[in-house]
């Protein structure tokens, strides 16, 4: 806890500290590790070594951000002839189908301000090429987006920890690029493990299908690009999601399924049995899975914490201790931490390790009544199917409460069928979906993965139905607003103290464990702009009204989501909009007008009306329009400096503007290109 404190520490500074801090933390915990190893009185110890940790936290995350530090994109608009090598297929966005590229050659770009890795989002229809693939296209490549309002998650953070330094558009679709030399070596092997990775999410998607095949792929591969929209919508209001994205789930049912499997073959021989440590033996073929897993799974941020955890679990039965305790959860997330610092800043770290954390504390309490010597079957069947429904219902029950607050801050959504949706799906998953998808894949290339693959097929069509039926239920999902920064901390907190401390005392941290379910939201904003001035939408009682509905509808979607909102298709009754402008009507809940062409001129006398009808006036060029009305008029020029923006209306009458760029700090991940500080 004081490890990952220090690093969360760290990423919340407003500016980047110097190089030198890090060397000075670590020396500093090591002088302090050092005392505490001298010092005889328990309680100085205790706090020396958690101050060692957190220092190491800080440390660590300045140490990792200085190691990954690669050149960004500038913000340019030009399109760029691109060549490169095909990485991987990434999941797919909201505009369609990505690749990740090693760029060899932007435009006229200097080699030194050319960005390690690029995501690319192709055209509709478009040819995917394979990993591995040389290619050439014409895009248009900008840095990683900012949040798209104030305080809502970075991804250009995500991708600066990626060193994935530019994203883009592909006006023209992939063809072939004559390279004319070999990859680097590193890049060359992952490119083959990618290749291996797409050949084996092909054979499964037409062995399948796409309805059974693109969710078959994506647990299997971690290739999300066949599955239909509408199963990933379903699969979201049903709480179902976790299921597609490779983690704790996958990792424990492959490394649990082959530790089983192995266990029981060598107890099924007793010459081997009598002559080898069967436990350890399956513990070392369960790890062999895991590593395996990764590996197919290409080693994404979930996949990869989930896979330490399972290795710290097989390797305490290796050196024969117990492998499910709080200390094996605590050395797992030890481990995530010091190899990705960044990591405490990402919800899916929040979210795995407080489940796990819950529920093995829930483990460690859960009562083992005595076991009769001889009891008739059917007796000890009953006994046994009322001890697994309930277990599983608790143990849902928990992991549900563990990542309710974070759901409700991150995602701001409830699944209100949650519960039921993943108790009917848990066997599924469990007993039949993962271990048909393992057999599959590991048979799939000597062409023996059929049956397998047809019982998976099977098992992921019972989770759809499932899916669908909850996703259709009354009230399937329900829009939560984000509470203040701080409750979130203190529930994270609450929940581990939850955890880790015994007696009556546990109880203590509950009122923390609920800040962000019981802390007032404060008032909505009135209005919110986009990071480039391209859309904005203003509150209406609880409805969000998007004044430009088929532009960034993900980020106003999100800000809606942020803020409890709801949107809804009223703005014709508010406002009077064309193709590059908005204007308030009488009746407008805001009197917010806006203008969004960037070089095309407005028709004539257009500029005035928006200003003598607007309090509040968005501009998304820099042409300040002169002796405007308007009391806040916002330019091309603001944005770029301050990102998107929450517009405040004051008791008298003025306006307040939360820019996001102030609320990110001056950190690498949100500097331009050329800003590094020497």
Same mark, same amino acid.
Request: net charge positive; with cysteine.
């Given at each position: 806890?004081?490890?990952?404190?220090?690093?969360a520490?760290?990423?919340a500074?407003?500016?980047?500290?110097?190089a030198?801090v890090?060397?000075?933390?670590?020396?500093g915990a090591?002088v302090?590790?050092?005392?505490?190893?001298?010092?005889g009185?328990?309680?100085?110890?205790?706090v020396?070594?958690l101050?060692a940790?957190?220092?190491g936290g800080?440390?660590m995350g300045?140490v990792?951000t200085?190691?990954?530090?690669?050149?960004?994109?500038?913000?340019?608009r030009?399109?760029?002839?691109?060549?490169g090598?095909?990485?991987?297929v990434?999941?797919?966005?909201?505009?369609?189908?990505?690749?990740l590229i090693?760029?060899a050659?932007?435009?006229?770009w200097?080699?030194?301000? *050319?960005?390690?890795?690029?995501?690319?989002?192709l055209?509709? @229809?478009?040819?995917?090429?394979?990993?591995g693939?040389p290619?050439?296209?014409?895009?248009?490549?900008?840095?990683p987006?900012?949040p798209?309002?104030?305080?809502?998650?970075?991804?250009a953070?995500?991708a600066?920890?990626?060193s994935?330094?530019?994203?883009?558009?592909?006006?023209?679709?992939p063809v072939?690029?004559?390279?004319?030399r070999?990859p680097?070596?590193?890049?060359?092997?992952?490119?083959?493990v990618?290749a291996?990775r797409?050949?084996?999410?092909?054979?499964?998607v037409?062995?399948l299908?796409?309805?059974s095949?693109?969710?078959?792929? #994506?647990? *299997?591969t971690?290739?999300?690009a066949f599955?239909?929209?509408?199963?990933?919508?379903?699969l979201?209001a #049903?709480?179902?999601a976790?299921?597609?994205?490779?983690s704790?789930?996958?990792?424990?049912?492959v490394g @649990?399924?082959?530790f089983?499997a192995?266990?029981?073959?060598?107890?099924?021989?007793?010459w081997?049995a009598?002559?080898?440590p069967?436990?350890?033996?399956?513990?070392a073929?369960?790890?062999?899975?895991?590593g395996?897993?990764l590996v197919?799974?290409?080693?994404p941020?979930?996949?990869e914490?989930?896979?330490? *955890?399972a290795?710290v679990?097989?390797a305490a039965?290796?050196?024969?201790?117990?492998?499910i305790?709080?200390?094996?959860v605590?050395? #797992?997330a030890m481990?995530?931490?010091?190899?990705?610092p960044e990591?405490?800043?990402e919800?899916?770290f929040?979210?795995s390790?407080?489940?796990t954390?819950?529920?093995?504390?829930?483990?460690?309490?859960?009562?083992?009544?005595?076991?009769e010597?001889?009891a008739?079957w059917?007796?000890?069947?009953?006994?046994?199917?009322?001890?697994?429904?309930?277990?599983?219902?608790?143990a849902?029950?928990? %992991?549900?409460?563990?990542?309710?607050?974070f759901?409700?801050?991150?995602?701001?959504?409830v699944? *209100?069928?949650?519960l039921?949706?993943?108790?009917?799906?848990a066997?599924?998953?469990?007993?039949?979906?993962?271990?048909a998808?393992?057999?599959g894949?590991?048979l &799939?290339?000597?062409?023996?993965?059929?049956?397998?693959?047809?019982?998976?097929?099977?098992a992921i069509?019972?989770?759809?139905?499932?899916?669908?039926?909850?996703?259709?239920?009354?009230?399937?999902?329900?829009v939560?607003?984000?509470?203040p920064a701080?409750?979130?901390?203190?529930?994270?907190l609450?929940?581990?103290?939850m955890?880790l401390w015994?007696?009556?005392?546990r109880w203590v941290?509950a009122?923390?464990a609920?800040?962000?379910?019981?802390?007032?939201?404060?008032?909505?904003?009135?209005a919110?702009v &986009?990071?480039?001035?391209?859309?904005?939408?203003v509150?209406?009682?609880?409805a969000a009204?998007?004044l430009?509905?088929?532009?960034k509808?993900?980020g106003?979607?999100l800000?809606?989501r942020?803020?409890?909102l709801?949107?809804?298709?009223?703005?014709?009754?508010?406002y009077?909009c064309d193709?590059w &402008?908005c %204007?308030p009507k009488?009746?407008?809940?805001?009197?917010?007008?806006?203008?969004?062409?960037?070089?095309?001129?407005?028709?004539? @006398?257009?500029t005035e009306?928006?200003?003598?009808?607007?309090?509040v006036?968005?501009?998304?060029?820099?042409? /300040?329009?002169e002796?405007c009305a308007?009391?806040?008029?916002?330019?091309?020029?603001d944005? /770029?400096?301050g990102?998107?923006?929450?517009?405040?209306r004051?008791?008298?009458?003025?306006?307040?503007v939360?820019?996001?760029?102030?609320?990110?700090?001056h950190?690498?991940?949100?500097?331009?290109?050329?800003?590094?500080?020497?």
């Open positions: 806890m004081a490890f990952g404190l220090g690093a520490l760290y990423f500074l407003p500016r980047e500290p110097q030198w890090a060397w000075v933390g670590l020396c090591a302090l590790l050092l005392a505490a190893g001298r010092v009185v328990r309680a100085l110890t205790v020396l070594v101050g940790c957190g220092l800080f440390a300045k990792r200085e190691r990954v530090w690669a050149p960004v994109a500038p913000v340019t030009n399109p760029q002839r691109v060549e090598w095909v990485v991987d990434a999941s797919p966005g909201e505009g369609g189908q990505r690749l090693a760029p050659r932007i435009g006229d200097a080699p030194a301000s *050319t960005p390690i890795r690029i995501r690319v989002t055209r509709s @229809g478009a040819p995917v090429p394979s990993p693939s290619v050439q296209l014409l895009a248009i490549i900008n840095p987006p900012p798209a309002s104030p305080g809502a998650y970075d991804f953070r995500d600066f920890f990626e994935v330094g530019g994203v883009g558009l592909a006006l023209s679709p072939t690029w004559e390279a004319g070999e680097p070596w590193r890049l060359g092997l992952q490119m083959r990618n291996a797409w050949a084996l999410s092909r054979r499964i037409d062995s299908g796409p309805e095949g693109g969710l078959a792929a #994506a647990m *299997t971690g290739h999300e599955i239909p929209r509408e199963q990933e919508e379903n979201r #049903a709480g179902l976790h299921i597609v994205s490779i704790g789930l996958h990792m424990a049912i @649990g399924f082959a089983a192995a266990r029981l073959a060598i107890a099924a021989w007793p081997l009598l002559r080898v069967g436990k350890k033996l399956a513990a073929v369960g790890l062999g899975a895991v395996g897993y197919l799974s290409g080693a941020p979930p996949a914490r989930a896979a330490v *955890t290795a679990a097989f039965i290796l050196v024969d201790r117990q492998a305790t709080l200390h094996a605590a050395l #797992a481990a995530v931490l010091l190899l990705h990591a405490v800043t919800p899916g929040q979210m390790f407080a489940a954390a819950a529920l093995v504390a829930l483990a460690e309490r859960w009562p083992r009544p005595v076991k010597i001889n008739p059917p007796i000890r069947a009953a006994q046994a199917a009322g001890a697994w429904l309930a277990i599983s219902l608790a849902s029950f928990v %992991a549900g409460l563990a990542t309710g607050p759901a409700m801050q991150h995602f701001n959504r699944s *209100t069928w949650g039921a949706a993943n108790l009917a799906v066997p599924i998953s469990s007993f039949l979906m993962m271990p998808l393992a057999l894949a590991t &799939s290339p000597f062409g023996l993965g059929d049956a397998p693959l047809a019982a998976a097929g099977f069509e019972q989770m759809n139905r499932v899916a669908a039926i909850a996703a259709a239920a009354p009230n399937a999902q329900l939560v607003a984000s509470g701080w409750t979130l901390v203190a529930a994270f609450g929940i581990l103290w955890c015994r007696g009556p005392l941290g009122p923390f609920l800040a962000v379910l019981l802390t007032p939201r404060p008032t909505p904003p009135d919110w &986009s990071a480039d001035g391209a859309t904005a939408a509150r209406a009682g609880p009204v998007l430009r509905p088929d532009a509808l993900f106003a979607e800000w809606a942020r803020r409890g709801t949107p809804a298709a009223i703005r014709d009754q508010g009077e193709d &402008s %204007a009488a009746e407008a809940p805001v009197r917010v007008a806006a203008a969004w062409n960037l070089k095309r001129p407005l028709k004539p @006398g257009r009306a928006l200003c003598a009808a607007a309090e006036l968005i501009i998304r060029n820099d042409e /300040r329009p002796g308007a009391s806040l008029v916002l330019t091309g020029a944005f /770029r400096r990102g998107s923006a929450e517009l405040h004051q008791a008298d009458g003025a306006w307040r939360t820019w996001a760029q102030d609320l990110r700090g950190r690498p991940w949100t500097w331009g290109p050329d800003s590094r500080p020497r």
